[in-house]
């Protein structure tokens, strides 16, 4: 006999981002063009919290609620901004501005074009979202940023030059033991100084200075 008893639902259970797909997008924008520096470690802290899956209404709406001030203060954190402490000691210049004058401020502070690219952003996300789940490439996306310096780093490797002149490296690349520590003016005898010498003559013996016979016609001394 089966019984009726409706079964009680996950606690948890797997959402997206959703909206958030839009600010995510907007700050990696923002970041290309050298607008604000992201902080991977608060904007990955910041995704996972919005990615808690939550079924209470009340608990999702504190969520959404902390998610949008830490969103906002760290947006403001990574922008090039004054901060709080230059804002709060100089309170007493910007009273004295007019309205008219912060009004104008604000009109030449606000990127018109900026604006428009985020409305386009967030229509967009509005035309695909029941196509295509882009969470999924928010988040790949975002990882990809954490690992592109590192395998950057990975990949350049540092290019040797075969041609350089031993004697010359001898000279002007001391070892890494001499570069670490400074020369102990008393460990330094005739015998080093000589052999110095030699190989500063060896070096210089190679290099000549050519110089004109004469000036031509059309050269003015």
Not at 73 to 83: K, N
Not at 102 to 129: C, P, R, S, T
Not at 183 to 199: C, G, M
Request: charged share 15%; hydrophobic share 50%; aromatic share 16%.
């Amino acid at each position: 006999m089966q019984s009726n008893t409706p079964e009680k639902s996950s606690v948890f259970f797997f959402k997206g981002l959703g909206l958030w797909n839009v600010y995510f997008i907007l700050k990696f924008a923002l970041a290309h063009y050298e607008y604000l520096t992201l902080n991977f470690l608060y904007n990955g802290l910041l995704l996972l919290f919005i990615l808690l899956p939550f079924t209470n209404k009340a608990v999702r709406f504190i969520q959404t609620l902390v998610a949008l001030v830490a969103a906002a203060a760290l947006a403001y954190s990574e922008s090039w901004l004054p901060g709080p402490e230059s804002i709060l000691s100089n309170a007493q210049n910007i009273a004295g501005f007019s309205a008219n004058y912060i009004a104008q401020l604000v009109i030449d502070f606000v990127n018109v074009e900026m604006v428009v690219w985020g409305i386009v952003v967030l229509l967009l996300y509005f035309l695909v979202k029941n196509w295509v789940r882009l969470t999924v490439f928010t988040v790949a996306y975002f990882c990809f940023l954490i690992v592109q310096p590192y395998y950057t780093a990975w990949m350049v490797k540092p290019v040797v030059s075969e041609n350089a002149s031993p004697v010359a490296e001898q000279i002007h690349a001391p070892d890494e033991a001499q570069q670490a520590a400074p020369v102990d003016p008393s460990a330094i005898t005739s015998e080093t100084i000589d052999k110095w010498y030699t190989a500063f003559l060896d070096y210089e013996r190679g290099r000549r200075a050519e110089f004109p016979q004469g000036l031509s016609a059309n050269d003015t001394p």
